[in-house]
């Protein structure tokens, strides 16, 4: 074959492999394009009502009355729900946490293989379930059980926060084994070694070095448990006051929106989209905590 | 000489506090794992012993919904889901595997690739009901789709788009890099490579990733409330037409519905859905079982 026929031979494949780059370039653009459209659209339909209601009757006020025939005269504080979205997470936080980290250390340092790979498949079927189930177990088993205990209607933050904990098991466990595998066999050999008990190892070397990980596994869970819309909204009550206790009824951002976005118009679903934009900011807020913590990491290392 | 008695009784006593410690420890990590285990089990137990019986009932799987009156049944519901996860599947796998081509094969590590990798990381971040206001603002209002099952696709394959990209990815990643410089060593272009070698190597990585990513949109209802309709007595007969998809409408089903049978209703979606996403879960595992079998053979 002469030079020019190998050239002419090239060359088309030369101009389809640039085709092919550039559309599988633009295919993986659309992640960049979704964010920006979604921040855009979340926040172009947030003005209506900053602008009708003004910042402060939203942003510091706990009062929710919307008015629906004439959407620019109602109130719309979100102090309420927001307190809610904080106070149910934490209290996932606190019951799933615990649970979570101590079922990724059973995993990587004590579980026997074949309970191991059990309990690694029932918490991948656990990711599996549809949250609105998990809001219609709440609704159907845990609110009743809670309001006999407790002597209340059950509804509430208590409730929220049962569901959250179980709700964020996977996703902190997933990330939480994924670090605690990380730490290398010779840190555990050379504790061992010294005479270290197992409980020795597991506290003074391993969580330890595996610190940053089990942070991200947290604060992953934490946004998980803030963004969790359908199984929350079905045991918290979704009524307009601070909760004054544990079992009384209240709001959160992601229940008022999904509760109230059916009968309302003009600035009452503004202020809606507001409580998203607040949502998608406290997720931005997550992802920078998240590249904060591993660059930590990744300097120290 | 008190002194030199002393130091080894209080390191026996510490020897001894540090073995109960260990054993406490012991008892309550095997404790946390088994109350994940158990919960996870009261969960699918209490939706098949509610739901099995009503849903195996063909006036039930097979029936039409009710408004108003008891007895209804949810084949619109399991039509519409079925639809919407194809119609998502459609547009999100062409996007999410070519995605990941261009990250695994073509882009090194540059500011592009970061870019995109944050753009990723975001979407997969940002709650589902926040994807819903969008999918309202974007399809439902400015596209003026009104709420349909293409709204409800194309919310549902932004919100899934960074799962597919990640695992796929993760796949393509995986096959060996003697794969790649064989072919090319063969006179292969660098499309070739990926088209005939690669990607074939990688499918059933991706199918996996494809499997689970049915598995969340049979499950999604926060992404659906706002962008298609929550009850409808029919299934959709066209991209642009309304349709309800199950987990959506047992939201409603709990929340608004009158009917007096509400109850038995959500007993059977729940186990509907719990009993297809098992089904694709045990898909899924086989599928990978299967590959890491194959791959010990080539090994």
């Not at chain 1, 951002?253 to 009452?268: H, Q």
């Not at chain 2, 999604?220 to 959709?236: G, I, N, R, Y």
Request: proline fraction near 5%; hydrophobic fraction near 55%; aromatic fraction near 8%.
């Amino acid at each position: 074959m002469t030079r020019r026929d190998a050239a002419a031979v090239a060359k088309p494949a030369l101009n389809s492999e640039w085709i092919v780059r550039k559309t599988l370039f633009v295919f993986a653009m659309t992640t960049v394009l979704g964010i920006i459209l979604v921040i855009f659209f979340v926040a172009r339909e947030s003005i209506p009502a900053l602008r009708q209601v003004g910042w402060s009757n939203i942003f510091l006020s706990a009062t929710w009355n919307p008015n629906v025939s004439n959407p620019a005269t109602g109130h719309y504080g979100l102090l309420v729900p927001l307190a809610g979205t904080l106070a149910a997470t934490l209290g996932g936080i606190i019951i799933g946490g615990p649970l979570a980290i101590g079922t990724a250390i059973f995993l990587t340092q004590i579980a026997p293989p074949r309970t191991g790979k059990l309990v690694v498949r029932g918490i991948e079927l656990l990711a599996g379930i549809p949250s609105v189930i998990f809001g219609w177990i709440g609704l159907v088993v845990l609110v009743p059980m809670l309001a006999r205990v407790t002597n209340t209607q059950g509804y509430g933050i208590l409730a929220a926060s049962f569901i959250l904990g179980i709700m964020i098991i996977p996703t902190v466990t997933t990330i939480a084994k994924d670090a605690l595998e990380t730490v290398p066999e010779e840190y555990k050999q050379a504790s061992f070694g010294m005479g270290a008990t197992r409980w020795q190892t597991i506290y003074k070397v391993i969580l330890p070095s595996a610190k940053e990980g089990l942070l991200v596994a947290l604060i992953l869970g934490i946004g998980r448990a803030i963004g969790e819309t359908m199984a929350v909204q079905l045991v918290i009550g979704n009524a307009r006051q601070f909760p004054n206790s544990l079992t009384s009824v209240t709001s959160t951002l992601t229940s008022r929106i999904v509760t109230d976005m059916g009968e309302s118009t003009g600035a009452f679903r503004s202020a809606l989209f507001v409580q998203g934009l607040v949502l998608l900011i406290m997720a931005m807020v997550i992802i920078l905590l998240i590249r904060l913590v591993t660059r930590k990491t990744v300097k120290a290392a | 000489m008190m002194g030199e008695m002393h130091v080894p009784a209080r390191s026996r006593a510490r020897k001894t506090t540090a073995k109960t410690a260990d054993t406490v420890a012991t008892v309550v990590l095997w404790a946390l794992a088994l109350v994940c285990l158990a919960v996870l089990g009261s969960i699918i137990g209490y939706i098949l012993v509610k739901g099995l019986a009503v849903v195996f009932d063909p006036k039930f799987i097979l029936g039409k919904p009710q408004a108003i009156n008891a007895g209804g049944g949810i084949l619109p519901f399991l039509l519409s889901s079925i639809y919407l996860t194809l119609l998502t599947m459609v547009i999100i796998m062409p996007i999410g595997v070519g995605a990941a081509i261009y990250m695994a094969e073509f882009a090194g590590e540059s500011r592009i690739t970061r870019l995109v990798r944050f753009g990723a990381d975001s979407l997969a971040t940002v709650p589902s009901i926040v994807f819903g206001l969008f999918g309202l603002a974007l399809f439902v209002v400015a596209f003026g789709m009104g709420p349909c099952l293409m709204a409800g696709a194309l919310t549902l394959a932004l919100l899934n788009l960074p799962a597919v990209m990640r695992t796929s990815e993760e796949a393509l990643r995986a096959v060996p890099a003697s794969y790649r410089e064989a072919s090319l060593g063969l006179g292969a272009s660098r499309w070739q490579t990926i088209r005939k070698v690669v990607l074939p190597s990688a499918v059933p990585g991706i199918t996996t990733g494809g499997i689970l990513t049915i598995g969340r949109i049979l499950g999604e209802s926060a992404a659906l409330v706002f962008t298609m309709p929550l009850f409808a007595t029919k299934a959709p007969t066209s991209l642009f037409s309304g349709g309800a998809a199950i987990a959506p409408n047992l939201w409603y089903t709990l929340t608004e519905a009158i009917t007096p049978d509400a109850q038995r209703i959500a007993q059977g979606e729940a186990a509907a859905l719990v009993i297809l996403i098992l089904a694709l879960n045990l898909v899924a595992r086989f599928l990978a079982h299967r590959y890491q079998a194959r791959q010990g053979m080539v090994g």
